[in-house]
T-cell receptor
Framework: DTGVSQDPRHKITKRGQNVTFRCDPI?????LYWYRQTLGQGPEFLTY????????KSRLLSDRFSAERPKGSFSTLEIQRTEQGDSAMYLC?????????????????FGNGTRLTVT | QQQVKQSPQSLIVQKGGISIINCAYE??????FPWYQQFPGKGPALLIA?????SEKKEGRFTISFNKSAKQFSLHIMDSQPGDSATYFC??????????????FGAGTRLAVHP
């Protein structure tokens, strides 16, 4: 278990530029989540993938945001035309779909995040 | 819309003391209540979790107390150590139609344990 890996760890960009973040979940995990965390706040849900299917998107995810999970493995989160309000820590988490009869509350394993600063 | 309210925002405890963090929720559909620990520069890590069918769960020095009627739950850290200094988040979730749980986090409590 190598844990959830996120790249890059830090990203500084100018307003208006596009940025893309990558998340590699724990290999056998078929659920993948993106969260956003601003300073002094708890993580806020952005979107959820089950395998390659994006099953839910938060209202926080404006049209400038897009996430993909091709082939149900790694995931990318792209922000187009970045704004200063996009500055935050972007966290990826993964979990297993529990076996039939198992505990359905499969724990989320978080990566160490990508810290985005928009200047 | 904040559905999980956490207090206090910050907490200072002496080494060996008891740290207590409280959370209150609104949505009675929530059925899973985890606590996460986050160190600077790291992602949150699951500490301990409870279901509403039990009133208390203990793992080592960490205990969750759960009061379903009051819609409140708390984390107790016994014999607090400087290494426990971190930010703690309570969370709540329920199963969505897609069969997954979406965690709603509190705002966090920054704990400092002084030697």
């Amino acid at each position: 278990d190598t844990g959830v890996s996120q790249d890059p760890r830090h990203k500084i960009t100018k307003r208006g530029q596009n940025v893309t973040f990558r998340c590699d979940p724990i290999s056998e995990h078929n659920r993948l989540y993106w969260y956003r965390q601003t300073l002094g706040q708890g993580p806020e849900f952005l979107t959820y993938f089950q395998n390659e299917a994006q099953l839910e998107k938060s209202r926080l995810l404006s049209d400038r945001f897009s996430a993909e999970r091709p082939k149900g493995s790694f995931s990318t989160l792209e922000i187009q035309r970045t704004e200063q309000g996009d500055s935050a820590m972007y966290l990826c988490a993964s979990s297993l779909i529990p076996n039939l009869g198992g505990d359905r509350n499969s724990p989320l394993h978080f990566g160490n995040g990508t810290r985005l600063t928009v200047t | 819309q904040q559905q999980v309210k956490q207090s206090p925002q910050s907490l200072i405890v002496q080494k060996g003391g008891i740290s207590i963090i409280n959370c209150a929720y609104e949505n009675t559909a929530f059925d899973y209540f985890p606590w996460y620990q986050q160190f600077p520069g790291k992602g949150p890590a699951l500490l301990i979790a409870i279901r509403p069918d039990v009133s208390e769960k203990k793992e080592g020095r960490f205990t969750i107390s759960f009061n379903k009627s009051a819609k409140q739950f708390s984390l107790h850290i016994m014999d607090s150590q400087p290494g426990d200094s971190a930010t703690y988040f309570c969370a709540a979730s329920f199963m969505f139609s897609g069969g997954y749980n979406k965690l709603i986090f509190g705002a966090g409590t920054r704990l400092a344990v002084h030697p």
